[in-house]
């Protein structure tokens, strides 16, 4: 089957946002019926359905059915039961615009039988006369239809099917085999079919390490021994510190995070280690079943109990006591488990199920096309792309059916999710299947290849809305960055409570239980690794599986590696926050230099207003900023946003910056390249130390004034605090802030210019620690 599209992404491609005026909730043909009110964000993609169910009475044993019409041909498994009655249970769909013929057969053959003209029978329809369908109608109830041979004779054999012109709503549409897919057989069909995952709830296990007692070393005369402890939960290991206790009877008071998967079947295993020079001997182990520790969802006193602790010796024997150990253990749900960035999660709320609050919206996807996409792999001498998108909100995933051989798929499918807070993002992310021509897929070991990736915040969305817009696919390769397509979206996010919603920008972001008992940075990152390594095995023994490279790319894994971009892309946003700073600074300087005498002149009659009206400049500012947000409201983003490429400085980053940034943790390079990239980190280090070191000195200078460092200093500035005191007792406030006012605003030819202020010359002249530093 020939690509219907041509690959004309590039490099240098418009990577802008369009918006998009689809003939979106109806569709043309068949008197122009329309699609269900549930599809209403997609196109109506009309297909021919042929529902095989079973067959009888058949001369032999072994067949399978084959549909075609034209040159598509589908052809049924391997009957359940073989015998003349063969069961199937399959269904066939093919593109109504891309029908190569009129009549649609369905032929019964021998699987014994390679010879293509040898049927057992036969039976045809004609496409004019087939009915159609639309949800929510019931299914069309199969019936028995007569088997025909090669001369069109009737024969005993019957075949029970149906078949109808139905669109993409049809229940059947995920689970059909799909002509756009005609050239992938056998068990990597699968592979090409439309799904929805459910992530596994996740909850956090805290294990509080108080100590341990009466512990057996395995050498007799072992003196202060280093005991730490070891903890596993399926292939997931934590360590904790050494006890400063050089005993038998070791404390540690530490907390192990583990992440824990419903419906907690596995068990944790505490291991008691002896650090003898470089390696760890295991004094013993305690198995504790996760079905079997308490559950809470506020924070709480929780229990402590002690332990057992079992030697194993090298033959498999027990020693049933080497020890004991005491621990608080308990499933903290109260936690929402983080798996993505918090800065564009999809979801806040907590473990358990418990303490979720009521849906307050509504979020809807219409996954409609791609166009120029980029040739992602060679097939028999030329470029072509199989495409396939995956959008994850909260704890669903989805997944569309891949389009086959074509750089401008069409796939229409539209999906929905609840809503429990605005503040989220649905990520969407476009790949090319590399699973659909090999030889099966249990173990799933080819990654699939990223086109690109979108994000779309909910909170800036408008209810009720429905965006329909063009978005680039943007990848950033190694060899800089790279626009692999557009894909078109309709997304409409509907509240179902206006106060609700509301509400939500009033609470806590994360549930009460992070602001009570708050993770520190290294665990909050540790678990999250843990929770993306849960869903990984969990989401890839689904048929099909999400491979992890999927998993990973959706979950933006590795985010928190060094770039040298995106630190600059970061320093940039943090310098356009302070431009509006900066600017009014200058503004000030200017004013005070009396530039422009007349807006001067204001600037005194608008302080003087200030100081003796206080109580409207309140209101006076209160309602400028109401004025204004009205007046930003004609000039509001009309578009959601998307993946800005001068944002992240990926259109001017070097070869170089961009091959650390895809180089391995740790790194597979070696030599020179190492060194100047040492080199080059070191220098921006150096200069991050000598801000830092300003920062500090500033800071030490503040607190110098009273601490007597400098004595001459503090005796002037106590003077200047006991003088201040008596002319604030005996002279106005505000005659003071307006003198102040009126010497800082003074005429140039009063003033002295880049001379520094008396207050600048003495703070300056304070000590500072740095002249303690080595």
Not at 607 to 626: A, D, G, H, T
Not at 644 to 649: E, F, G, Q
Not at 748 to 763: A, E, L
Request: proline share 5%; net charge positive.
């Amino acid at each position: 089957m020939a690509a219907n599209g041509t690959g004309n992404g590039n490099g240098n491609g418009d990577f802008s946002l369009k918006e998009t005026c689809p003939n979106i909730g109806n569709g043309g043909g068949n008197g122009g019926e329309k699609l269900t009110s549930s599809f209403d964000l997609v196109e109506a993609m009309h297909f021919l359905y042929a529902r095989i169910v079973r067959a009888r009475a058949l001369p032999v044993n072994d067949s399978f059915v084959a549909v075609k019409i034209g040159s598509y041909k589908g052809r049924t498994k391997q009957s359940l039961n073989s015998n003349p009655n063969p069961e199937f249970h399959e269904t066939f769909a093919f593109t109504k615009t891309r029908l190569q013929g009129n009549i649609l057969e369905v032929v019964v053959r021998n699987r014994d039988n390679a010879n293509e003209d040898d049927i057992v029978g036969k039976c045809r329809f004609d496409v004019a006369e087939i009915p159609t369908r639309v949800p929510p109608d019931s299914p069309l109830a199969p019936q028995w239809y007569r088997l025909e041979d090669r001369n069109g004779v009737k024969i005993g054999g019957e075949i029970m099917l149906s078949v109808w012109i139905g669109t993409q709503a049809d229940e059947v549409f995920s689970e059909a085999w799909h002509s756009d897919s005609a050239t992938v057989t056998g068990e990597n069909v699968v592979n090409t079919r439309s799904k929805v995952y459910l992530s596994p709830r996740l909850w956090y296990l805290r294990v509080n390490v108080i100590e341990a007692q009466d512990l057996v070393p395995l050498h007799q005369n072992r003196i202060n021994p280093e005991i730490l402890i070891k903890g596993f939960l399926g292939n997931v290991v934590v360590r904790s510190r050494i006890s400063q206790t050089r005993s038998v009877n070791p404390v540690w008071n530490e907390d192990m995070m583990f992440v824990a998967v419903e419906p907690f079947e596995d068990s944790l295993i505490l291991s008691v280690e002896d650090k003898v020079g470089p390696r760890e001997e295991c004094l013993g182990r305690c198995e504790i079943k996760l079905s079997q520790v308490e559950r809470r969802v506020i924070p709480g006193p929780v229990p402590a109990l002690w332990y057992n602790v079992e030697h194993i010796g090298e033959t498999g024997e027990v020693r049933r006591f080497a020890g004991r150990i005491h621990l608080r253990v308990s499933l903290d749900g109260g936690y929402h488990v983080l798996d993505e960035s918090i800065q564009y999660s999809s979801d806040y709320r907590a473990s358990a199920k418990l303490l979720w609050t009521p849906a307050i919206g509504v979020l809807e996807l219409g996954v409609l096309n791609a166009t120029g996409l980029m040739p992602m792999k060679s097939r028999e001498g030329r470029g072509t792309t199989d495409a396939y998108c995956v959008a994850k909100y909260g704890t669903k995933w989805v997944r569309t059916r891949t389009i086959v051989d074509t750089f401008d798929p069409k796939w229409n499918e539209q999906y929905t999710w609840e809503v429990y807070d605005p503040y989220t993002v649905i990520t969407i992310g476009v790949f090319d299947n590399l699973n659909l021509f090999g030889a099966g897929n249990a173990n799933r070991l080819i990654q699939d290849s990223r086109i690109g990736k979108i994000r779309i915040r909910l909170s800036t969305l408008v209810t009720s809305k429905i965006y329909t817009h063009s978005y680039p696919l943007v990848v950033l390769k190694p060899d800089g960055v790279k626009k692999m397509g557009e894909i078109q979206l309709a997304v409409r996010f509907t509240a179902t409570s206006m106060i609700d919603m509301l509400q939500k920008y009033t609470e806590p972001l994360l549930p009460e239980m992070h602001y009570i008992s708050p993770l520190s940075i290294y665990q909050l990152d540790s678990l999250r690794h843990q929770a993306t390594h849960i869903l990984c095995i969990k989401l890839g023994r689904n048929e099909p599986a999400l491979g992890r490279d999927v998993v990973e790319y959706m979950l933006d894994v590795g985010s928190n590696i060094w770039s040298l971009r995106r630190g600059r892309a970061n320093f940039e946003r943090l310098v356009s926050f302070f431009d509006g700073w900066m600017d009014a600074w200058r503004w000030f300087d200017e004013i005070c230099k009396w530039k422009s005498p007349v807006t001067t002149v204001l600037i005194h009659i608008v302080f003087l207003f200030i100081v003796f009206l206080p109580k409207y400049c309140v209101f006076s500012m209160l309602l400028y900023c109401f004025v204004f947000g009205l007046y930003r409201f004609g000039l509001r983003p009309r578009h959601p946003p998307h993946m800005d490429i001068k944002l992240s400085k990926a259109d001017s980053a070097l070869p170089d910056e961009l091959d650390e940034e895809f180089d391995v943790f740790p790194s597979a390079k070696s030599g020179d390249i190492l060194k100047k990239r040492y080199d080059r980190l070191r220098g921006i280090a150096g200069r991050m130390m000598i801000v830092l070191g300003d920062l500090a000195t500033q800071g030490e200078r503040v607190k110098s004034l009273l601490s007597w460092r400098d004595p001459r200093a503090t005796s002037l500035f106590l003077a200047f605090c006991f003088v201040s005191c008596g002319v604030i007792c005996f002279v106005s406030m505000k005659l003071l802030l307006t003198i102040l006012a009126f010497y800082v605003m003074r005429h140039p030819r009063v003033r002295v210019f880049d001379i520094p202020s008396i207050p600048q010359n003495f703070f300056r002249r304070l000590p500072s620690r740095a002249d303690s530093i080595l």
